[in-house]
């Protein structure tokens, strides 16, 4: 049996196949990234099934990292785990990204190991292995608090925090071992499960979110009267208008190609936005959305609306229509990220229900280089 691991938790994307008859990866494609993995993961599975000269039929199992990681990260990784189990009717386990970076230490099941990812906010997610085994499970603590999670115990560190904690604590040394997680390992370590898993569609396997929002979250969003817009389903055949709409609004628009990648890629819809009173056959596109939906949860990967139909509420149109617009997935968050200058956005969403849950340090890059945070807000249904 040939099993598929994915991660795109960290920054880093990867996809590996590892035979259960031989007990050995077959395949392995990791490419590091600190954005950009759904653009990227359709093409590096691809990759990594052409070196092991098998197709998706031949996959009996999924794996993939369920977190901690970033928001985005999780899903996009998660997202498509699902999509395929459910599609192809495959088992699918889910592994955390601390253990799978835990694994990759040598001789760990003879260690203690101590896994840990910067955070950020003066924290990490950390979690302590002994001899292979959770020794707690995965926690969001302080650097101090991480440092000290070995007790009298000397312990070999792995991971983005590894150098902060082991400045912190003598009995940490730190490992030579790879710091962000490997599909490899991932693949590995599902085909090592004693317990038999079970069908996605009968056990979804959850993301595993350590950080709580930092704002409770507002109303669910109201209906509103569409008027003159109608909405739309896009695919990848709208790619080329949808790029042109895009460019209209950021100053490092998505390409005709990448739109049309991640339309194609699982759990991932787009709206669109029309003239409501045009002709069939000369429908004007106005604006539109593309989201992506994961274990009862959806993203909005990005929204634009053309530059001559501004101020005819296309934006508040198309978010309560992705809002209402459920689909199997039932999603009861609604997660978006937006610019720290981009205040107008960040208005309209609060004004429709959208808190701040959170932030990515310079994630945009204007055209004049200068960088800017991505504010995290998310809406509660």
């Known amino acids: 049996m040939y ?102 230490v040598d001789n760990h099941r003879q260690k203690t190991v101590l896994a840990a990812f910067d955070a950020r906010r003066d924290e990490v997610y950390v979690q302590l292995f002994r001899n292979g085994n959770p020794a707690c499970e995965p926690l969001l603590l302080s650097h101090e608090d991480a440092a000290n999670l070995v007790g009298d115990t000397d312990a070999e560190i792995v991971g983005t925090a590894g150098e902060l904690l082991a400045a912190l604590n003598d009995r940490l040394s730190l490992s030579d071992a790879p710091a962000l997680p490997d599909a490899a390992i991932v693949a590995e370590l599902a085909s090592q499960l004693n317990q038999p898993c079970q069908r996605a569609a009968q056990d979804p396997v959850q ?93 909005i990967l990005t929204l634009a609306v053309r530059l001559d139909a501004r101020r005819r509420n296309v934006a508040t149109f198309l978010l309560n229509a992705v809002c209402r617009n459920a689909t199997e997935v039932k999603p009861k968050k609604i997660f978006l990220e937006v610019s720290e200058n981009n205040f107008a956005a960040q208005n309209l969403y609060k004004k429709l229900g959208f808190s701040t849950c959170g932030a990515r340090k310079d994630y945009y890059t204007e055209n004049d280089g200068q960088k800017y945070d991505a504010i995290i807000m998310q809406n509660a249904l």
């Open 3 to 104: 099993i598929l691991g994915l991660d795109t938790t960290q920054a880093a994307c990867s996809a590996a196949i590892y035979d259960t008859s031989n007990q050995q990866v077959c395949a392995r494609v990791w490419q590091k990234m600190p954005r950009g993995h759904a653009e990227a993961l359709p093409e590096i599975i691809n990759q990594a099934l052409a070196q092991a000269g098998i197709s998706f039929q031949d996959i009996g199992q999924l794996a993939t990292t369920i977190g901690p990681g970033t928001f985005t990260g999780v899903r996009v990784g998660l997202s498509a785990a699902r999509g395929f189990a459910l599609a192809l009717d495959l088992p699918l386990v889910g592994i955390t990204s601390l253990e799978a970076i835990a694994a990759g």
């Open 207 to 299: 993301p595993l979110y350590l950080r709580k929002a930092d704002a409770k979250a507002q109303k669910p969003l109201l209906n509103i009267e569409p008027g003159k817009l109608k909405l739309l389903p896009a695919s990848a055949a709208h790619s080329e208008i949808l790029a042109e709409i895009h460019a209209q609004g950021f100053s490092n628009p998505w390409s005709a190609e990448s739109i049309a990648s991640s339309l194609s890629s699982p759990g991932v819809g787009a709206l669109l936005a029309v003239d409501g009173l045009a002709i069939d056959d000369e429908q004007e596109p106005l604006g539109f959305v593309i989201f992506r939906d994961a274990a009862q949860e959806r993203e």
